[in-house]
């Protein structure tokens, strides 16, 4: 699976929108981006995953460069309960019956403040 | 839905005895779960994977006679640590992966919330 690279540390405001960047230069084509967080002391959250098409649920959006290369997770009005590490974890699509784990890096720890 | 639960939260045991962590797939049937182990300020690190009916896999490194994983239903994982040590102090967390229908189909890994291991 491609390789990530987050920032390590980010800040934001309470009620302001939080964007996560993460790059992955070598993914390939069949590989997908994943996003989770993990709360302080809890199991990581899942939170969001693309392949190519921008994403959306109740939770964040997904934004993926046409070359792919990079993307961005927003959560559009931070709460302080958004304080966590988020990953980003490319893995590659499984065919039949055959799957790839997760490798989880170091992440961003962002940090929503008052 | 896709909820993961795993139990107990926490657990404190003397060393050389035994400890079991039972992971649990709610809502969904999961014929894979994994189990990842994280310390203090460091991020997870994937020991095992649990396929129902048949032996774990166990990453590089892992000990398969130490951590004993059973994985006897299609909603349940069990990882037992054996003659436990202090340095096998951790946090133990297991996923279950679910599996998404359509084309091209992927899946996804919920999470439980995680067994504090405290070995003395």
């Known amino acids: 699976d491609a390789k990530t690279t987050q920032p390590p540390s980010m800040d934001c405001a309470e009620g302001r929108a939080a964007n996560l960047p993460c790059n992955h230069s070598?993914?390939?084509?069949?590989?997908?981006v994943y996003w989770y967080r993990q709360i302080h002391s809890q199991g990581p959250q899942y939170i969001i995953h693309?392949?190519?098409n921008n994403e959306t649920n109740e939770m964040a959006s997904l934004i993926i460069t046409e070359d792919r290369k990079s993307s961005t997770l927003i959560l559009p009005h931070a709460t302080l309960r958004d304080t966590a590490v988020y990953y980003c974890i490319v893995r590659g699509v499984f065919m039949n019956s055959g799957y790839s784990t997760l490798t989880f890096g170091k992440g961003t720890m962002l940090l929503v403040s008052p | 839905g896709a909820v993961v639960s795993q139990h107990p939260s926490w657990v404190i045991c003397k060393s050389g005895t035994s400890v079991k962590i039972e992971c649990r797939s709610l809502?969904?049937?999961?014929?894979?779960m994994f189990w990842y182990r994280q310390f203090p300020k460091q991020s997870l690190m994937l020991m095992a994977t649990s396929n129902e009916g048949s032996k774990a896999t166990y990453e590089q490194g892992v000990e398969k006679d130490k951590f004993l994983i059973n994985h006897a239903s299609l909603t349940l994982s069990t990882l037992t640590v054996t003659s436990a040590h202090p340095e096998d102090s951790s946090f133990y967390i297991c996923?279950?992966?679910?599996?998404?229908?359509?084309?091209?189909?992927?899946?996804?890994?919920?999470f439980g919330p995680g067994t504090r291991l405290t070995v003395l």
């Open positions: 809502d969904f049937q999961a014929t894979t």
């Open positions: 996923s279950a992966r679910f599996e998404t229908s359509g084309a091209p189909s992927t899946d996804t890994q919920y």
């Open positions: 693309g392949l190519k």
């Open positions: 070598t993914i390939s084509g069949n590989e997908y």
